[in-house]
C-alpha cells in the first residue's frame, strides 16, 4: 500500500513563494501527482512527476527526489485565487493498475 | 457540456435505503473511479474499472457495489446506506495512455445519510 503526509494548513501572503512538502511511503512508487481543489470542488490536475527533478508549469513547479521518498509544490506570485486545498497522489503499483493514493490535503489560505 | 457528470449533486437519505450514484463521461477514456472524501481524509478510492469488463475494490469498497454499463457510465450503489457513509463522492477518470496519471473528476455528489 501506500500511505502520504503533507502540513495540513499553510498560510502566506499574496506575492509569495509558498512550498508544500509531500513525504510518502509506498510500494510499486510511479509517480507524484499535485491536485487543486477549490471549496468542495472537483479536484484538478496541476502537476506529474515521473523523473526526479523539477517540473515547471507557470507559477506553479513541482519537484521530486524518490531516494528522499519526498516531493513537493511549489507556488511562487502567490494570488488570492490560489486559496485552495492541495493533494499529493502518488501512482502506482506500476503496470497497468494506475491508481492513485491522494495524500490528506494542504489547505493554502492566501492572506491580502 | 462537462465532460465529467456527476447525478444527483446532492442527495439525502435514510438509513438502510438503497441509493445509486450516476457517473457519465464524454472524454472516452476506458478508466473510471469513484472516490469518498471525508473532512481531513483527502480522496480515497471506492471501486475502479479499466474496462466495461474489468472492475475492481479500491481501499474502502466494504458497503459499496457499482456497474459499468457502458464505456461512458460507471455507477456506484449503496445497497443499505449508513450514516458513516455521509461524504463527497466523486466520479473520475482517465486516459490509459497517459503518461502523467492525470484523471478528470466529476463536480461530486454530496451524500447525507440520516
Known amino acids: 500500500g501506500q500511505s502520504l503526509e503533507q502540513p495540513s494548513e499553510v498560510t502566506a501572503v499574496e506575492g509569495a513563494i509558498v512550498q508544500i512538502n509531500c513525504t510518502y511511503q509506498?510500494?510499486?512508487?510511479?509517480?507524484l501527482s499535485w491536485y487543486q481543489q477549490h471549496d468542495g470542488g472537483a479536484p484538478t490536475f496541476l502537476s506529474y512527476?515521473?523523473?526526479?527533478g523539477l517540473e515547471e508549469t507557470g507559477r506553479f513547479s513541482s519537484f521530486l527526489s524518490r531516494s528522499d521518498s519526498y516531493g513537493y509544490l511549489l507556488l511562487q506570485e502567490l494570488q488570492m485565487k490560489d486559496s485552495a486545498s492541495y493533494f499529493c497522489?502518488?501512482?502506482?503499483?506500476?503496470?497497468?493498475?494506475?491508481?492513485?493514493?491522494f495524500g490528506s490535503g494542504t489547505q493554502l489560505t492566501v492572506l491580502p | 457540456d462537462a465532460d465529467v457528470t456527476q447525478t444527483p449533486r446532492n442527495r439525502i437519505t435514510k438509513t438502510g435505503k438503497r441509493i445509486m450514484l450516476e457517473c457519465s463521461q464524454t472524454?472516452?477514456?476506458?478508466?473510471m473511479y469513484w472516490y469518498r472524501q471525508d473532512p481531513g481524509l483527502g480522496l480515497r478510492l471506492i471501486y475502479y474499472?479499466?474496462?466495461?469488463?474489468?472492475?475492481n475494490k479500491g481501499e474502502i469498497s466494504d458497503g459499496y457495489s457499482v456497474s459499468r454499463q457502458a464505456q461512458a457510465k460507471f455507477s456506484l450503489s449503496l445497497e443499505s446506506a449508513i450514516p458513516n457513509q455521509t461524504a463527497l463522492y466523486f466520479c473520475?477518470?482517465?486516459?490509459?495512455?497517459?503518461?502523467?496519471?492525470?484523471?478528470?473528476f466529476g463536480p461530486g455528489t454530496r451524500l447525507t445519510v440520516t
Open positions: 473520475a477518470t482517465s486516459d490509459r495512455t497517459s503518461p502523467s496519471y492525470e484523471q478528470y
Open positions: 509506498t510500494s510499486g512508487f510511479y509517480g
Open positions: 512527476n515521473g523523473l526526479d
Open positions: 497522489a502518488a501512482g502506482g503499483p506500476s503496470g497497468s493498475a494506475r491508481q492513485l493514493t
Open positions: 472524454k472516452g477514456h476506458d478508466r
Open positions: 474499472s479499466f474496462d466495461v469488463k474489468d472492475i
